[in-house]
């Protein structure tokens, strides 16, 4: 049974530092891993991962992928509060047309 | 913005009665997903769509069935509402046209659904 799992769970930050967050899977036939950031609403997708090492970056945030590690970190600099949000990570195994997601990161930044 | 709405947003209703989400997309996307989301579990897969009458079984499917009988709409149907089923409900479509790929789901705004 394909697996997702986030850590931390939960995180509070002071605006401007640093954070970085994880996602840890066991999946058959990986194909891809996305990460999402949801607010009040639905999640808004970030990025897509395919390949490791190849650093995915918009901004403040930005993300890798190690496939034979198992795992993708989502860092953000600066952190303003407006990053407060859940951050979702899911992935996808090959032949697929679904995700599956983890618990996902309820980031707080205090101002 | 992948032109996905949610009818109705809010709904109220009690245990044992039938219930029905619907999901409209207006770009004419192939696949269509219904997921719940429940605080400490993420977002969970309840039932899937790759085409008209074509749907699939997601990881949570038990007490919910679908139907999709156009492209741009897939209902959700609670047969007998549970407390249990008390959940934020999310449609998502695989968008193809931006990233070529059905790997990339985009998320409407979601239904909150209170069964008492």
């Known amino acids: 049974e394909d697996k997702v799992v986030q850590s931390p769970l939960s995180l509070v930050v002071h605006e401007g530092d640093t954070v970085t967050l994880n996602c840890s899977y066991e999946v058959t036939n990986f194909r891809s891993l996305l990460w999402y950031k949801q607010e009040k609403k639905a999640p808004t997708f970030l990025f897509m991962l395919?390949?490791?090492?190849i650093e995915k970056k918009s901004g403040r945030l930005s993300s890798i992928l190690d496939k034979k590690e198992l795992f993708s970190i989502l860092n953000i600099t600066a952190t303003q509060t407006g990053d407060s949000a859940i951050y979702l990570c899911?992935?996808?195994?090959?032949?697929?047309?679904?995700?599956?997601f983890g618990q996902g990161t309820r980031l707080t930044i205090n101002p | 913005d992948a032109g996905i709405t949610q009818s109705p947003r809010h709904k109220v209703t009690e245990t044992g009665t039938p219930v029905t989400l619907r999901c409209h997309q207006t770009?004419?996307?192939?696949?269509m997903y219904w997921y719940r989301q429940d605080p400490g579990h993420g977002l969970r897969l309840i039932h899937y769509s790759y085409g008209v009458k074509d749907t699939d079984k997601g990881e949570v499917s038990d007490g919910y069935s679908v139907s999709r009988s156009k492209t741009e709409d897939f209902l959700l149907t609670l047969e007998s509402a549970t407390s249990s089923q008390t959940s934020v409900y999310f449609c998502a479509i695989s968008e193809s046209k931006r990233t070529g790929s059905q790997e990339t789901q985009y998320f409407g705004p979601g239904t909150r659904l209170l069964v008492l």
């Open positions: 899911a992935v996808r195994n090959q032949g697929a047309q679904k995700l599956v």
């Open positions: 395919t390949s490791s090492g």
């Open positions: 770009e004419n996307h192939r696949y």
